[in-house]
């Protein structure tokens, strides 16, 4: 998924924005007559871009009159474009002057077009490390993305990064340039070569390479397959110099002379008469209205509707949201009052809770006051340690968590709140142990719809109650003079506070209305999402102990080594440089020792991304040693140096948090630290987890589900040769191979056992015959032959496959075995490649998906069998994917083993055997 870095360079295509505008917006007018439609279209886009992103670094860049290169390079570029109508031209000049008014750098080059100076700027932001964020229409700017650079279609939602172009494109931003110049482009009359369109160019690109690849092979094009594939040599040779003009006209120019560099490219202050006067003008009554009721015309950055990939939802408007009463809202003070809130949330079917806390470590998190609400509108904070509040002037936090306790442990009193995990972490550093955690409105809203957006509360507040909250940041500052909830006063806490529970209570009874009108996914929240929320708190709180002295000695070990292949690659390169550096490295690599060019960057330059280096290492000694120190250095930084640093002092053990309502498909993930990205394919992964350590006295317990995916695939389908397969506990692998090439399973060898793996699993994800071809080494055509033998085989997959698909795009998404819904925007995509991507989505979805609720409900199982055990006996550290992993009694190992797995293995009723191996050590490693 493509996120935004925080503060980029925001660089707008003004020129987009104006002519998407003008289509779009309805043909407004003031009272003049003026046409002001355009106008109010782009500034409404960029007040919207300005909420979501928070950033000082912004340029909006327009189109300059007159002719530019590309006119000298080829006078008939654009011919076809009609002139820009009247009504549009009259609303260039207001626009430029709100834009200004606004403190926004607006840019016109003369000689060049707005894509020329965003590439320049762009470029030289991203060569200084600078994030760089181009809000733009237009497929050209592709060509632009790399590791630091990331587009946005504010008027679809879609983010694009290296990974996303790959994904629209069916190519990286490496070979955009090549791909329009083939293709060629109707609106800017470049002509490209006849008779190569979108599915052509990018079997060519795919199937040999850039335009110099492919002139240079024009003899292999018959071979890769597609339909005209035997005279697209020809075409190609008499349309040489078309294609490779095409390829100029097409490359945007990036050392445009500017007189200014990223850097300088800063908001200005909104210049408020300005804007007064031109919003009177144009008649935009709305804006007009917040200047003259004091607004200083600064848009700040909320961070509510940030775009984080293809499935987020764009702003619906920059309207100012309607705002909730907050009359309603109190601050207790004394004990009296207290009360007689306690008596109303016993009274009540279900109350929103929140604390408020120093800290966003539940490990170290300090309660400095609760917030409840048991009706709409009406809601309380209780502060119980804001330092410059004197003893009687507060109420006291031990007596308040007394008097509360009770019912906070109440399993029959109901709660409801946002992210209730947090606050249980909180409250069990005080004694209490939180039950009735009901209801929680994250993962209603995550359950409901999980690819929507965002589920903070602020972010549901705007998409469900069009609500903008008091955010903390309102409250509190930013930075690093932020203040922390204790010291804010209480005339700004209690409001923001009060508003927590309340937002959450409405958001609860509107989200609750809509999961209870669908059975499944009420069961989703109600028996899998909810009972595991105390279920991750006990385990966060729990932790793994680890062994930091083993971790400082590899950090050490590591070191040496990244200096051995320092001075290793200094000696093959003949000159000392920044392993670390691209530019360096294309000078070493390309320039100097004349490798071969495997990837071009969107700016044309040879590529040393990971993927050019490992198929270069197949050949040459440097590549080899730069992804060692790449892979070595990382493991370094992320693991190795870092763990030791996050060791609780008081537990002595790490405490990761688990989230819920994050990866589509049902999945947890875990951060600060990530425990389940540690890899465990090399030496050094393996190492990693050596440091993961049992107490004295007990050992590390790993028990994971063989091949669940698969097992689920062969439920899902009902193939009756792979429900065989799995019920007679055959080697799936080797059993598929027999299958395909017709042999018995005992003469399968190991390398037609692999073949039938990579099948297996490429298949759950939507792998295609280029995909198999490129992974096992082999032909297009041949690995299509094999698949083709598979589905033959396997009639069933092929059979749930197209059913999948076709359920997938008439309803609009998936369904787990138990009922968990996943939405497919780009399921009816226009764009083939995006529809592609969605269709395999839609077969792995349900196997992945299914995955995740089978071991959601498996901790639960676990979790309350441990409960009832001897709490010395027994403790669940940690879920991985699909492996849960204890500290176990030394004593108790068999035991406990045998009761985890036969718990895990009935987590499911499948129609094949679930099955869940074991295995334990004093360490991570030996048990897995």
Request: glycine share 6%; hydrophobic share 40%.
């Amino acid at each position: 998924m493509a996120t935004i870095p925080e503060n980029p360079l925001i660089l707008i295509d003004g020129s987009s924005y104006l002519y998407r505008a003008y289509h779009a917006s309805p043909n407004f007018t003031n009272s003049d007559g003026e046409p002001t439609g355009a106008v109010y279209g782009v500034v409404n886009m960029l007040r919207s871009m300005l909420r979501q992103f928070a950033t000082e670094h912004i340029a909006v860049v327009f189109d300059a009159k007159g002719k530019t290169f590309r006119d000298e390079l080829y006078p008939e570029y654009k011919a076809h474009r009609p002139p820009m109508p009247d009504d549009l031209r009259a609303q260039i000049e207001p626009l430029h002057a709100i834009i200004k008014a606004m403190g926004l750098p607006l840019i016109c080059e003369p000689g060049v077009e707005a894509d020329d100076v965003i590439g320049t700027l762009a470029r030289q932001a991203s060569q200084a490390g600078m994030p760089v964020l181009i809000s733009t229409g237009d497929k050209d700017m592709a060509q632009l993305v790399d590791e630091n650079i990331t587009l946005i279609n504010t008027m679809t939602g879609v983010v694009m990064d290296p990974d996303g172009v790959r994904e629209k494109f069916g190519i990286g931003p490496e070979l955009i340039i090549d791909y329009l110049a083939l293709m060629g482009d109707k609106v800017d009359n470049i002509p490209g070569v006849p008779g190569v369109g979108d599915k052509t160019a990018t079997a060519l690109l795919t199937g040999i390479g850039g335009l110099k690849d492919l002139y240079d092979n024009l003899d292999a094009i018959a071979a890769l397959g597609f339909r005209g594939s035997k005279t697209m040599a020809k075409k190609l040779e008499e349309n040489r110099e078309a294609a490779m003009m095409s390829y100029e006209l097409a490359t945007i120019k990036l050392d445009v002379a500017l007189e200014f560099g990223p850097q300088e490219l800063q908001k200005g202050t909104p210049d408020i008469d300005e804007l007064t006067r031109l919003f009177g003008k144009l008649q935009f009554r709305r804006w007009l209205a917040e200047m003259l009721d004091g607004s200083d015309g600064r848009i700040v950055a909320d961070g509510a509707a940030t775009i984080a990939g293809q499935d987020s939802e764009p702003v619906k408007s920059s309207a100012p949201a309607p705002v909730i009463d907050r009359s309603g809202y109190e601050v207790v003070l004394d004990e009296a009052r207290f009360n007689e809130w306690l008596a109303i949330l016993k009274q009540s079917d279900v109350f929103a809770f929140d604390t408020e806390t120093d800290n966003l470590d539940y490990m170290v998190a300090n309660l400095v006051g609760l917030s409840f609400a048991a009706e709409e509108g009406k809601a309380a904070y209780v502060p119980v340690a804001h330092d410059y509040l004197d003893a009687p002037s507060q109420l006291d936090r031990d007596w308040v968590i007394a008097q509360l306790k009770p019912l906070l442990e109440d399993p029959e009193q109901a709660k409801v709140g946002q992210n209730l995990k947090y606050d249980a972490s909180v409250l069990a550093r005080y004694g209490v142990t939180m039950q009735g955690i009901r209801f929680d409105t994250m993962l209603e809203s995550y359950v409901y719809n999980s690819v929507v957006g965002r589920h903070d509360m602020d972010s549901l507040s705007l998409r469900y109650l069009e609500h903008k909250t008091i955010s903390f940041e309102d409250i509190a500052g930013k930075g690093k003079k932020q203040l922390t909830f204790n010291q804010i006063d209480l005339e700004q806490a209690g409001p923001y506070a009060a508003e927590d529970a309340d937002i959450t209570l409405r958001l609860h009874n509107l989200l609750i209305g809509k999961l209870n009108a669908d059975p499944k996914l009420k069961s989703v929240l109600e028996d899998i999402e909810m009972p595991l929320v105390p279920v991750l708190s006990r385990m966060e709180r729990t932790g793994v102990l680890l062994d930091a002295a083993k971790l400082t000695a590899q950090s050490q070990e590591i070191a040496v080594r990244l200096d051995e292949i320092q001075a290793q690659a200094y000696e093959v390169a003949g000159e000392e440089f920044n392993l670390s550096s691209p530019k360096q490295l294309q000078a070493i690599l390309f320039e100097k020792m004349g490798l071969p060019v495997v990837k071009k960057t969107p700016s044309g330059t040879p590529s040393t991304n990971e993927e050019v280096l490992q198929e270069l290492a197949l050949d040459y000694p440097l590549p080899k040693l730069l992804l060692e120190h790449r892979g070595l250095a990382k493991l370094k930084s992320t693991y190795t140096d870092k763990l030791p640093r996050m060791i609780n002092p008081a537990t002595k053990r790490v405490h990761t948090s688990y989230h819920q309502a994050v990866a589509a498909t049902g999945r947890l993930s875990s951060t600060d630290p990530n425990l389940q990205n540690i890899p465990i394919r090399n030496e050094q992964g393996r190492r990693i987890r050596q440091a993961f350590i049992a107490s004295a006295g007990y050992k590390i317990l790993a028990v994971d589900y063989s091949q669940i995916e698969l097992r689920i695939m062969a439920h899902l389908s009902g193939d009756k040769a792979l429900l065989d397969a799995f019920r007679h506990g055959k080697d799936i692998h080797a059993a598929t191979a027999a299958e395909i090439l017709g042999l018995p399973i005992e003469e399968v060898t190991s390398e037609q056992r692999r073949r039938a793996k990579a099948i297996n699993f490429g298949l759950i994800y939507g792998m295609s015959a280029f995909g198999l071809a490129k992974q096992l080494g082999m032909g297009r055509n041949e690995a299509q032959e094999y698949m083709n033998v598979y589905f033959e085989r396997y009639p069933g997959v092929l059979e749930y496959m197209e059913s999948t698909r076709t359920q997938a795009s008439e309803q609009g998404y998936v369904e787990t075995l138990f009922g968990r819904r996943l939405y497919l925007p780009d399921i009816q995509s226009r764009n083939a490649i995006r529809r592609k991507a969605a269709e395999r989505a839609a077969i792995n979805a349900p196997m992945q998906g299914t995955a995740a609720d089978i071991i959601k409900r498996a901790m639960v199982a676990v979790d309350h069998w441990i409960q009832t055990q001897n709490s010395e006996r027994v403790r669940l550290l940690m879920q991985v994917h699909d492996e849960l992993v204890f500290e176990v009694k030394e004593s108790e190992l068999e035991s406990v083993a045998k009761s985890v797995c036969e718990l895990m293995e009935a987590a499911a009723e499948l129609d094949v055997p679930l099955i869940a191996d074991a295995g334990s050590g004093d360490n991570w490693d030996q048990a897995h």
